[in-house]
Every structure is written in C-alpha cells, then in structure tokens.
C-alpha cells in the first residue's frame, strides 16, 4: 500500500486487517483475541500473539506521526504506532483501553514483553510519534500535534537492526470481539529528534 505522506511502501503481516486509506485516513481492524505481546511471565522461547499491522521501511533518522482513534470498547483494545526490529525485539506506542480508560501505553519487547502507562487520554483521540535518532528510539504523545509530551526512549536490538527497522500502524484486541482503528494526519518527517523533554 502507499500512502502519499510516506516516502516508503507499507506491506501487511499478521492477520488480515482490512486496511484501506482514502481521503487522508487509514483504517483497520482488529479481529478477536488479536494482539502482539508475549507475557512477561511466559516460558521462553515463547511465539508472541499476532494482530494486523502496516508496515514499512524509512531509511535514516525519522519521525513517524499521526493522530490516532480507536474503538475502545474491551480492556486491551488499541490504536498503535508499532516498531518492528526482529521477530523477538519491537514496541508499541498505544491509544489503549486500560482497562476502562483510555491511556497512552507503551510496550518493548526483548524476547518478552514490558508493559506501561504514561498518562490518561481525556478525547478520543490523541497524536503520537516514533522517532528514530542513530540508534536510538523515543516515544511522544500529544493532545495537538504540537507540543509533545515525553514517553520513552529506547534502544532495540544491535545497531544495524535498528537502522532496518519496519515502522507503521498496528490494530489490537486481545480481550475484545474486535477494533476498528483510524489514522489521520499522518506525517514522516526524515530527522530525528534533538532535545527529548522540551515539548518540540
């Protein structure tokens, strides 16, 4: 799939999504029971559970946005900007349902996955953005796609599997009969990140 504001191609993995984008929105959804997590407590090796994603490959430093909503009806259900690095090592940066509210979440996985909240989403709707500087990830969220609100930063994997990530969207509903997700506003921008905290 192309979208006209990325300069790389997206492909599908996982289950089927039903992706299509027009008029600026990309939609998707997740069937039941489907998510990308692998339990922190769970015998390793362990195949992490799937959901559809949307993915593609920017070359360099990177900043991916959008602004996302989701149909938040079952705890879980979420709207992600997901990074992939292999198949034991990505994250996720979610507008979840947890479990009766809506927060932006995050998730790294290494083998296993952590789990966390950042803050409460007060709308149905919120920005986020995944930045990519060298080696090195971060995470931001924002109520107007203006100023952002610091979440996480991270290093996945060695650094040339880093450099080779796959970025885009992911749908999930681990605990749900389904999610509709939505994208909007979508932007790439080809540099990374200076200062992390100043809102920029």
């Known amino acids: 799939m192309l979208l006209p504001e990325l300069p790389f191609p997206l492909r599908e993995f996982g289950p089927d999504g039903g992706w299509s984008y027009a008029d600026g929105v990309l939609s998707g959804r997740a069937g039941a029971g489907q998510d990308r997590f692998v339990p922190p407590g769970a ?31 079952a ?6 900007l997901y990074l992939h690095v292999g198949e034991h090592e990505w994250a996720k940066l979610c507008l979840e349902l947890s ?6 979440c995050t998730v790294v996985t290494r083998g296993h996955s952590d789990d ?9 709707a919120v920005w986020l953005r995944i930045a990519r500087t060298g080696k090195v990830f971060a995470f931001h969220a924002s109520a107007d796609g203006s100023h952002w609100t610091f979440v996480r930063v991270f290093t996945l994997g060695e650094e040339t599997a880093a450099r080779n990530a796959l970025t885009g969207f992911l749908a999930q ?28």
């Open 173 to 200: 509903s681990p605990k749900g009969e389904g999610c509709g997700v939505r994208f909007d506003g979508v932007e790439f921008r080809g540099r990374g990140l200076g200062a992390l905290r100043d809102g920029s």
């Open 75 to 80: 705890p879980g259900d979420a709207g992600v």
């Open 99 to 104: 479990p009766d509210r809506a927060y932006v």
């Open 116 to 124: 966390a909240n950042a803050f409460e989403v007060p709308g149905e």
């Open 43 to 73: 015998p390793s090796p362990t195949p992490a559970s799937d959901a559809p994603r949307l993915l593609g490959a920017p070359e360099g430093d990177f900043q991916l946005i959008a602004r996302v909503r989701a149909e938040l009806r």
